[in-house]
């Protein structure tokens, strides 16, 4: 029974024999058909979508190694401006240092000055002082000759004698004394 079963044709293969010689297909040219589209398709998969795979592989690979290489470079460049940052903060820190040690330099410098001008002006004092000293001892000198010898003239005019040289030195003597006083 189950033979029977096997050998009979099922209910739908009249259907589609007849639907197949509606539209004429021929079974053995749909077949070489199908045979020789499975042997485009396989040779076309083989010399033609397999290289253009690698192909597109490739191009992904390169597109990855430069994203890659992006990024490495944007790294790089990130520790490169970290670095001229740290760079230009202690180019900006000695900097500060060296005005700061120049104005201390300028500073002992401007000291040094007053005191070697105030040196100086006090040698200039005492040269003056010494030089008025010396001018005043000089005047004196001069004044306290004047004054004897006015003193003389004038003792020799009131008294009407001649004096001598000892009466002259005695009386300059003590005109230079009161002078003096």
């Keep these: 029974m189950y ?3 096997l050998l009979q044709p099922p209910e739908g293969a009249g259907q589609i024999e007849q639907i197949a010689r509606t539209f004429g297909v021929a079974w053995p040219h749909l077949i070489a058909q199908t045979l020789s589209f499975t042997v485009v398709c396989a040779l076309l998969y083989w010399l033609a979508y397999r290289p253009i795979l690698q192909m597109l592989e490739q191009r992904r690979q390169q597109i990855a190694d430069g994203l890659a290489n992006a990024e ?6 990130a520790k490169t401006e970290a670095q001229r940052h740290q760079v230009l903060t202690r180019a900006h820190d000695e900097a500060k240092v060296i005005v700061r040690e120049a104005r201390n330099a300028a500073a002992r410098i401007e000291v040094q000055g007053t005191q070697q001008a105030n040196a100086m002006a006090t040698e200039i004092l005492a040269k ?3 030089a008025t000293e010396r001018e005043h001892a000089l ?10 010898r006015l003193v003389l003239q004038t003792t020799a005019v009131v008294t009407g004698k001649v004096l001598t040289a000892d009466d002259q030195r005695r009386l300059a003597e003590e005109s230079a004394r009161r002078l003096t006083a």
């Design 72 to 77: 490495q470079i944007r790294a790089e460049l």
């Design 139 to 148: 005047m004196l000198g001069d004044l306290k000759r004047e004054v004897g």
């Design 128 to 130: 003056a002082h010494q």
């Design 3 to 5: 033979a029977f079963l």
